[in-house]
């Protein structure tokens, strides 16, 4: 959660990761980064009696106030040069799906420095679970061979090996899916953290504007 200097801006955010196939579904190689944008529907503290968040705005303003911080966000965090490295599960075949999703619980004044703030915070906490790619090795059909005159058939199967048909050792080109082995550590950041931006809002002010504050003091 991220909280303008001056008090009272509130910004919550956090993502989550799913599997994308490449060939059924929308998935892409080296995987997606997706945000949304969206607003409580009450104030933080959840009390019947506070103020909701843009009470003052109307539905359509409120959804068209959603969509441009939604593309904001979109557009700066999805850009090639901020893209992780470690999106990758299976090379052309699966990846994951980044879903950083942001709500504003409250808006005191530059919003949109809070959200890139909490953004960074939960894309820096983020954890990419380890992944050990698997193929399925199925054994070799028996060979029934005969001599030419019809004499008894004679078995040549070859003898099954007694390793496991799961083989994670050739995995890179040929692997089928994947699994999670268990680490303690959950996994490994996101790479690229130290390009992961932040906003900045710079407010003019007009010097007529200045001269009139100076005559009211």
């Given amino acids: 959660m991220a ?3 001056g008090g009272g801006t ?11 196939d490449m060939e059924t579904g929308d998935g892409v190689d080296g995987g997606r980064v997706v945000c949304s944008v969206s607003w409580c529907v009450s104030g933080p503290s ?4 506070e103020p909701l968040t843009y ?5 359509n303003a409120l959804d068209e106030l959603q969509h441009d911080l939604t593309v904001i966000l979109q557009q700066t965090i999805s850009h090639p040069s901020l893209h992780p490295q470690n999106l990758t599960i299976i090379p052309r075949k699966k990846s994951w799906l980044l879903n950083l999703d ?9 919003a949109v420095d809070a959200l890139f703030m909490a953004a960074r915070a939960a894309l820096w906490d983020t954890k990419v679970p380890r992944t050990r790619a698997v193929e399925y090795n199925a054994p070799e059909a028996s060979q029934v061979a005969g001599d030419s005159a019809g004499a008894m058939d004679v078995d040549n199967r070859e003898a099954i090996p007694t390793v ?3 083989d994670t050792r050739e995995m890179v080109r040929t692997a089928a899916d994947f699994e999670l082995p268990d680490y303690w550590d959950e996994g490994e950041v996101l790479q690229g953290q130290e390009k992961w ?12 504007s200045i001269q ?5 003091n």
């Fill in 55 to 59: 009470s003052h705005l109307s539905s």
């Fill in 212 to 216: 009139c504050v100076l005559r009211a």
């Fill in 102 to 110: 942001a709500v504003i619980l409250a808006d005191a004044g530059n």
């Fill in 46 to 49: 959840f009390k019947l009696d």
């Fill in 10 to 20: 509130e910004v919550l955010a956090a993502t989550k990761l799913e599997v994308e």
């Fill in 3 to 5: 909280h303008e200097g």
């Fill in 164 to 166: 496991s048909g799961f």
């Fill in 197 to 208: 931006p932040v906003c900045v809002t710079l407010n003019l002010v007009s010097i007529a």
